[in-house]
C-alpha cells in the first residue's frame, strides 16, 4: 500500500512543493518593496512552514527536537547533516527567530525563484566552489554579519548532499571562518534524519510514510576547542545520533 501511495501522491507532493516556490517569488519582491526586508523576512517563514506541510502530502511525520537548547541573545553556527534541498525549509522555520542565512553555491542563486531572491535578498553567503579567495570572503563577510546582529548562519560541512543518508566527511574550513568571522557565536549541531530514506528511488516515486525528525543537540561553545577539533567533535555526534 505504502508503495502505491507513493506513486500517486509523488506527482501531487512535486506539485505542491512547485506552487509554493513559484507563488512566493513575487510575494518576496512585492513585500520587499512596499513593506520593506521584515515583511520580505516573515514572508519567507510562511513559505518555509508551507513547504515543511507539504511532507504531510506523503505521510511523512515530521518533528522537531531540543529546540529549547538553542541559546538567545547571540549568533548561531549551525553546523548540519545534508540529505536534500528539503534540508533548507527545516532549518530556516526552526530557527527563524535567529534570521537564518544559508552559504550557498552560485548556481543555486539563479533561475530558483523564491530559492535565489531569498537568497540574493537575505544576505545569505553566495560561494563559487571554483574560487576559493572569493568563497573566503563571503563566509567571512557572513560571520561578522551574523556577529553584528546576533542572527544564525548554517553550513554544511559535508559540502553536498548525501544520497543515501550516510555522513560524508566534514571540512573544517567553512566553519573556522565562520567562527574568525563571529568569535562570540555558539556553535549548535542539527541532525536532519529521513529526507534520504525519503528519496531511496530519487525523486519518483518518493517513499510513503517516513518518520522525519529535526534534532538540536546541545551547543558547542568555540572557545573551549579548536576549528579542527569542533568539526571532528560535531562529525561523530551527527554521525552517532543517524545511527
Known amino acids: 500500500m505504502k508503495k502505491f501511495l507513493g506513486f500517486i501522491l509523488t506527482p501531487v507532493f ?8 513559484v507563488m512566493f517569488y513575487p510575494v518576496q519582491v512585492i513585500a520587499l518593496k512596499f513593506f520593506g526586508e521584515h515583511a520580505r523576512r516573515r514572508s519567507v517563514d510562511v513559505l518555509n512552514i508551507l513547504l515543511l506541510k507539504g511532507l504531510h502530502i506523503l505521510g511523512a511525520r515530521v518533528r522537531y527536537i531540543g529546540l529549547e537548547n538553542v541559546p538567545k541573545d547571540r549568533p548561531v553556527i549551525v553546523v548540519a547533516n545534508h540529505q536534500s534541498m528539503y534540508d533548507i525549509p527545516a532549518i ?65 560541512p559535508e559540502g553536498t548532499r548525501s544520497k543515501t543518508g550516510k555522513l560524508r566527511p566534514f571540512m573544517s574550513a567553512g566553519i573556522q571562518t565562520l567562527m574568525r568571522g563571529a568569535p562570540s557565536a555558539v556553535v549548535v549541531p542539527f541532525v536532519i534524519s529521513g529526507h534520504s530514506r525519503l528519496l531511496k528511488k530519487g525523486n519518483f516515486p518518493l517513499q510513503f510514510g517516513q518518520e522525519i525528525t529535526y534534532q ?5 561553545e568555540p572557545g573551549e576547542f579548536s576549528p579542527d577539533e569542533i568539526t571532528a567533535y560535531l562529525e561523530k555526534v551527527i554521525g552517532d545520533h543517524l545511527q
Do not use: T
Open 14 to 21: 512535486h506539485l505542491y512543493m512547485m506552487f509554493q516556490i
Open 216 to 220: 538540536i543537540l546541545k551547543p558547542i
Open 92 to 156: 530556516g522555520w526552526g530557527f527563524r527567530k535567529f534570521y537564518p542565512k544559508f552559504i550557498s553555491k552560485i548556481e543555486l542563486s539563479k533561475n530558483m525563484f523564491s530559492i535565489s531572491y531569498n537568497l540574493k535578498h537575505g544576505q545569505s553567503a553566495i560561494i563559487d566552489r571554483k574560487n576559493g579567495s572569493q568563497a573566503v570572503k563571503e563566509i567571512l563577510k557572513l560571520g561578522r554579519l551574523i556577529e553584528k546582529n546576533n542572527y544564525a548562519a548554517c553550513i554544511f
